[in-house]
């Protein structure tokens, strides 16, 4: 920190002040690139993997058992082969259309949950934060009831009850759960904006309730609720990963959760087929590493004095 | 209550409360929405051992009969209700007839054992690298452990279980497998058993500190940042006191506290993933019946299982809340 001012500037510094010139907007920080760049990468697998790949390889029985990927041996000594780069399951499934469809799963569930959890987060916190009184009270102690309450253990009991379930119901049942931190993120923001002088102004010049809580305050919050949103996708896929490797969740539909589950129950530590759970596992990571670069990204956004120069 | 405000108390209070009866409902409402008969599950169960069922009509009616499911809403509301205030589930469908309050009794030690354990670790571990981050004379390594610390922060712990099951049990053979004990010891209070646990626990619990030291660190560091600007650590300095003495009994003892409070954010989601890192290792705990209770179908046992862990964080976060003006002073808390 304290190098800023030193004559000559390091290379890293150099570097540093080039890129500050050229992207002098926070949105477009290195961490927040490179988060969503991970992201983006999930989906283009998704997508480019469908028009490119044979998804009815993801049937069971649809191709050999227990294949490495390419470049390996399993314990009979097969090599990988061609027509299944990654390999395949113990219920011989292709892992490449396993992963091309279940990698986009895992994102849209988190991120529909998000959305929903999210929307009825934006509504309560500004209603309670803005409106006060009874509303106020029913509002906040709900959320500080639900936030003790682990997802997790409810929604197991809600899918044991009702069996299968579609991806879409997943995400709408964790919706049910990550509402509380934006409620209380956004109610206590209101509560510190009411103060300001330009939302008394607009309250003196006579606009609705409505304009002010969303033309007036709401684009204050923009780096609070994308903040708040990425937390919240990340506690949804941990969320729906949690019910998956349970056992719970989609039953027909790949998942990344399902597919760990699988290869746990068909014990494929003993027997050595890392791929079956560890492209799964790595797939993860790369979702949860990217949504960390995107959440530091936006602390930069919206906190100014993380912004360094070295 | 000297230091708590009696409103504060009361507020605290009323929301522990509701918590624990809100958590109660819904898991008591959720089976009722759903079609499934548990009567009919059961005699599916008897049917798959006997082959077929005579007058399946009437023993449908009397399995209904003893769950109390025949009886009004209300009635069946009340009777559960009052049954767990007295953790009473009733009895387990697929150990029938073990209570499932035995059930639990019997693997939430385990759970409980495993979770104060790797708590422990990474709250010594994780906030003393946190203050060292700070530290001027910490050897420049640990600020490596910056970028290290957040990245496992973001990976749930049955990622780190998988990969350190299959690194140390499965390819290096150092630790076992699955199980909490060895199949050929006896549980009890000698050595071997005792030996044989913490071979057992060391992966799980491994797995669940390095996927939260990271996070104490993270809040030690921001914490240490703040007490190194305060005057009576410059007057230390300027006292001449042994720099490490600083900065255990000046630094961190005061940057230590507000962790406490992260602790009550954090421990409902801890709880959850340990429930996973012990359905993985197959563990003997929670994770492992409630495991255990999916598979089976059996509806009191998983009730009673997210009941008792609810319980558990709701508890955890209200004893925290309460005991923290004692821990610090400083703090007071505002009424209402």
């Known amino acids: 920190m304290a190098t800023q001012d030193q004559i000559p500037p390091t290379r890293a510094e150099r570097r540093q002040a080039r890129r500050i010139r050229r992207f002098d907007n926070p949105w477009l920080n290195p961490k927040l690139l490179w988060g969503a760049g991970f992201l983006v990468g999930i989906i283009i697998l998704g997508l480019v993997g469908r028009m490119l790949w044979d998804l009815e390889l993801v049937f069971t029985g649809s191709s050999p058992l227990k294949l490495p990927p390419i470049g390996f041996e399993n314990l009979r000594g097969q090599p990988g082969v061609l027509e299944h780069p990654l390999g395949t399951d113990g219920g011989g499934r292709d892992l490449l259309a396993l992963i091309i469809i279940g990698a986009p799963n895992t994102l849209f569930v988190g991120l529909l949950a998000s959305l929903i959890g999210m929307s009825i987060g934006i509504f309560l916190g500004f209603s309670a934060g803005f409106l006060g009184g009874r509303v106020d009270d029913v509002i906040r102690v709900g959320a500080d009831v639900m936030i003790t309450i682990p997802p997790l253990l409810i929604l197991v009991v809600f899918q044991s009850a009702f069996g299968d379930v579609t991806l879409t119901m997943m995400a709408l049942l964790i919706a049910g759960f990550v509402w509380q931190s934006p409620t209380r993120l956004i109610r206590a923001q209101v509560l510190s904006m009411k103060q300001s002088g330009y939302v008394q102004m607009a309250q003196l010049s006579g606009a609705s309730t409505g304009h002010i809580m969303f033309r007036e305050m709401l684009p204050n919050l923009v780096p609070y609720l994308f903040g708040s949103f990425i937390a919240s996708v990340t506690t949804s896929i941990v969320t729906a990963v949690g019910l998956e490797v349970l056992g719970l969740g989609p039953q027909r539909i790949p998942t990344l959760g399902r597919t760990i589950y699988e290869a746990i129950n068909a014990g494929a530590l003993i027997q050595n087929l890392w791929w079956w759970w560890g492209l799964p596992t790595l797939l993860l990571g790369v979702i949860f590493i990217g949504l960390l670069l995107i959440n530091l990204g936006l602390d930069e956004v919206s906190n100014p004095r993380l912004r360094r120069l070295s | ?336």
Request: overall charge positive.
């Open chain 2, 1 to 336: 209550m000297g230091r708590i405000p009696k409103a504060y108390l009361i507020n605290r209070l009323v929301t522990l409360v509701l918590t624990i009866l809100i958590a109660a409902t819904i898991i008591w409402i959720i089976p009722r929405l759903s079609p499934v008969d548990p009567a009919e599950i059961a005699l599916g169960r008897m049917a798959a051992g006997a082959g077929a069922v005579a007058n399946s009509e009437e023993i449908l009616a009397q399995l209904r009969a003893n769950m109390g499911i025949d009886q009004p809403f209300l009635v069946q509301y009340f009777k559960y209700i009052t049954g767990a205030l007295v953790f009473d589930f009733g009895l387990s469908t697929a150990a029938f007839p073990t209570p499932v309050s035995t059930l639990i009794m019997n693997a939430l030690p385990w759970t409980l054992g495993l979770m104060i354990l790797s708590l422990l670790i990474t709250f010594f571990i994780g906030n003393l690298l946190g203050a060292l981050m700070v530290w001027d004379r910490s050897p420049k390594l640990v600020r490596v452990a910056i970028p290290v610390a957040m990245v496992f922060t973001s990976i749930p712990p049955i990622l780190s279980g998988l990969l350190l099951m299959w690194i140390f049990a499965a390819k290096l053979q150092w630790f076992p497998l699955t199980g909490a004990y060895g199949l050929f010891v006896e549980p009890s209070w000698t050595w071997a058993f005792v030996q044989s646990v913490l071979h057992h626990g060391f992966l799980p619990a491994l797995s669940i500190v390095i996927v939260t030291f990271g996070f104490w660190a993270l809040g030690m560091r921001g914490l240490m940042i703040g007490v190194q600007g305060e005057d009576y650590v410059k007057l230390a300095e300027a006292k001449g006191l042994k720099p490490r003495y600083i900065l255990y009994r000046y630094m961190i003892r005061n940057a230590i506290l507000p962790q406490i409070t992260a602790f009550a954010l954090k421990i409902g989601l801890l709880i959850a993933g340990q429930v996973l890192v012990e359905r993985i290792f197959a563990y003997n705990g929670m994770g492992k019946l409630l495991y255990d209770a999916i598979l089976n179908q059996d509806f009191p046992v998983i009730q009673g299982v997210s009941y008792v862990i609810i319980l558990i964080t709701a508890l955890s976060v209200f004893l925290v809340d309460l005991l923290y003006p004692f821990i610090d002073p400083r703090i007071r808390h505002e009424a209402g």
